[in-house]
């Protein structure tokens, strides 16, 4: 598959369990948050946004948390399966703004 | 089924000569833009396009440009390749813009390598 990062931070988790991915932000204007999943060799893809008048989302298995006071992202997946194994990025859009900018990224691995 | 198209997939070529990589997305979505995925950097926008003849710089759109004048398509143009846009592209569609419904869809991702 293609490489998308080799010097990503990972977070390894049991199956099974919760999977916690932060994000932190740096522009406080920024109103509407996304977080894409990455397999290999694949392009990104939605799995969730929120905006700045929330402070908790939930999807399918998946919930995300904002804290504007210390501009922090989070994404949780419950109950974490083998297919949940890629690499997750926050994505931050400026009020009134047209572009999207992407955090790092995070590998997530799942371990039988 | 809806999807965003990317051709090529995969291509090598040599410094200075220009080619084309297109991007076609079949949902009548008005946003379109471009990405570059290098390690360490993430993903950064290069152009991204509102409408069909509007188009906007993104954060890294030297040695590039890109037209609209149909909605469904979208090329990326490098004029005069140089080996540090050697990177893994990618294109996104979404109804109305970052700031609008939101969901955005990726094409699969050009590779490509300048020699």
């Known amino acids: 598959g293609e490489s998308v990062g080799l010097h990503l931070p990972t977070l390894s988790v049991q199956e099974g369990d919760n999977s916690i991915i932060n994000c932190a932000y740096s522009n406080s204007a920024s109103d509407y948050f996304i977080w894409y999943k990455q397999e290999s060799g694949k392009g990104p893809q939605f799995i969730i946004d929120?905006?700045?008048?929330?402070d908790k989302r939930q999807g399918q298995r998946v919930t995300v948390l904002l804290n504007k006071t210390v501009k922090h992202l989070s994404l949780q997946i419950a109950a974490t399966q083998p297919g949940d194994s890629a690499v997750y990025f926050c994505?931050?859009?400026?009020?009134?703004?047209?572009?999207?900018?992407f955090g790092g990224g995070t590998r997530v691995l799942v371990k039988p | 089924e809806a999807q965003v198209t990317q051709n090529p997939r995969y291509l090598i070529t040599v410094t200075g000569k220009k080619l084309t990589v297109t991007c076609s997305q079949n949902?009548?979505?008005?946003?379109m833009s471009w990405y570059r995925q290098d390690p360490g950097l993430g993903l950064r926008q290069i152009y991204y396009s509102m409408n069909v003849e509007v188009t906007d710089k993104g954060d890294v759109p030297e040695g590039y440009k890109v037209s609209r004048k149909e909605k469904r398509n979208f090329p990326l143009i490098l004029e005069s390749p140089s080996p540090n846009q050697t990177s893994l592209y990618f294109c996104?569609?979404?109804?109305?813009?970052?700031?609008?419904?939101?969901?955005?869809?990726f094409g699969q991702g050009t590779r490509l390598t300048v020699v």
């Open positions: 994505a931050e859009n400026e009020a009134a703004g047209n572009k999207l900018t």
């Open positions: 929120i905006r700045s008048n929330m």
């Open positions: 949902m009548n979505h008005e946003y």
């Open positions: 996104a569609s979404s109804l109305k813009g970052p700031a609008g419904v939101g969901e955005a869809f």
